[in-house]
């Protein structure tokens, strides 16, 4: 198993440019996420998919848009690029427990804007 | 709601010396916790988490967590450090009364280990 793996792994972006973030998974779980991480902050989280089909806001939604295309993939959109977007984003996956589930994260794309 | 308090931004210990990460939670419901560590330019990985059995909790790389309802913390321990040690370490928290599983990280607590 693969796990999680997110595409690309670096990327330069200048401003007002758009991109799609992908995220697949294969470990067969209902639930993923999306987050950013910068210094200082941990990581917070941008939208999350509960299950195929469905999509909701995290902490810090604006500038971005997602999509749930399938139960393995679920991809992350920035529309028009701000060096604020400037970050390390992480997807992650998990099947929902009953107390709690645990997420598995893939390796990280980092993203400047100019 | 849920957040996360990591006491301490920055710990520095020598190699074969005992390692004490600093968490304190707050929850309305009871929680799920857990301890991420990321080493450099890598992802999150699960050290531990807690989900309301043992409240001493045993993770890899020899560390543990203990639970401690009456003071809202779940601090991280290592009896003896080592080089492979330096790397940032996260507390996490989720509500487990909830429909969603959306977790709540501490800002994180860079390790570094001295030889």
Known sequence: ?114 | AQSVTQLDSHVSVSEGTPVLLRCNYSSSYSPSLFWYVQHPNKGLQLLLKYTSAATLVKGINGFEAEFKKSETSFHLTKPSAHMSDAAEYFCVVTETSSNDYKLSFGAGTTVTVRA
């Open chain 1, 1 to 114: 198993n693969a796990g999680v793996t997110q595409t690309p792994k670096f990327q330069v972006l200048k401003t007002g440019q758009s991109m799609t973030l992908q995220c697949a998974q294969d470990m067969n779980h209902n639930s993923m996420y999306w987050y950013r991480q910068d210094p200082g902050m941990g990581l917070r989280l941008i939208y999350y998919s509960a299950s195929e089909g469905t999509t909701d806001k995290g902490e810090v939604p604006n500038g971005y848009n997602v999509s749930r295309l399938n139960k393995r993939e679920f991809s992350l959109r920035l529309e028009s690029a701000a060096p604020s977007q400037t970050s390390v984003y992480f997807c992650a996956s998990s099947v929902p427990g009953l107390r709690g589930g645990t997420q598995y994260f893939g390796p990280g794309t980092r993203l400047t804007v100019l």
